[in-house]
């Protein structure tokens, strides 16, 4: 089993992320509901609702999606993918070669993948589909899954490893802090809450890695 960790510059969302560039997704699952149809689940957080929520009814990727449930600073919404968003999916290719979504999250830079693979030979049969398609993809390391090396098997996504290495740089875990979340936020170019939600996620990713046995929130 490999780890491969990649950017795809992929047109699902890409209208409506474009328009609110604060706003930050996580994927939370993805069902192949039948031949015509994939359904998804996606945190979306960071920045302004209603005009995100706007601009999903104009992007042509997805249906009009439906919110799911709101949790603090955070909405989960249920999309469905339709025309191009349907065609250039990736899922269920995903699922024929045995590959497995361990990390996604999107914004208007692209959207940024950790998966498992079983082997080289599916994973060039997925890049193969990205280049047929035209999908912009920027490979950035492959791993065995077993494999720690310098940290990348920790599971942090690169924003997340961005987001620690700028919190130790300016302080914010210094005693007494030399830094708060805004001024790592004005740092990273991102809003205190999105900043807030980076540093936790990446802080419970390094938690699940190494001291707890357990599995990591999406």
Excluded at 63 to 72: L, Q
Excluded at 87 to 115: C, K, M
Excluded at 154 to 169: K, N, P
Aim: glycine share 8%; with cysteine.
């Amino acid at each position: 089993m490999i780890i491969v960790e990649f950017r795809l510059d992929h047109p699902i969302l890409k209208k409506a992320l474009n328009q609110v560039p604060e706003m930050e997704i996580t994927w939370e699952r993805s069902d192949a509901v039948d031949d015509s149809q994939v359904r998804t689940l996606v945190w979306a957080e960071g920045g302004d609702f209603k005009t995100f929520e706007d601009a999903l009814d104009d992007d042509p990727t997805v249906a009009p999606p439906s919110r799911v449930i709101e949790v603090g600073d955070r909405r989960l919404y249920q999309i469905d993918l339709v025309g191009e968003g349907l065609r250039t999916s990736i899922y269920p290719l995903v699922v024929e070669e045995g590959g497995v979504i361990q990390n996604l999250t999107a914004s208007h830079d692209g959207w940024e993948f950790r998966a498992s693979f079983p082997d080289r030979t599916s994973f060039v049969r997925f890049h193969d589909f990205c280049r047929e398609h035209e999908i912009g993809f920027d490979f950035t390391r492959m791993y065995d899954e077993h494999e720690t090396g310098d940290g990348a098997g920790y599971g942090l996504t690169e924003r997340q490893r961005e987001t620690l290495v700028g919190a130790v740089d300016c302080g914010y875990f210094e005693i007494p802090r030399e830094c708060s979340l805004a001024e790592l936020g004005e740092h990273l170019g991102i809003s205190e809450t999105a900043t807030s939600e980076r540093v936790r996620r990446a802080v419970n990713m390094l938690i699940v890695q190494t001291v707890h046995s357990g599995t990591s929130e999406p």
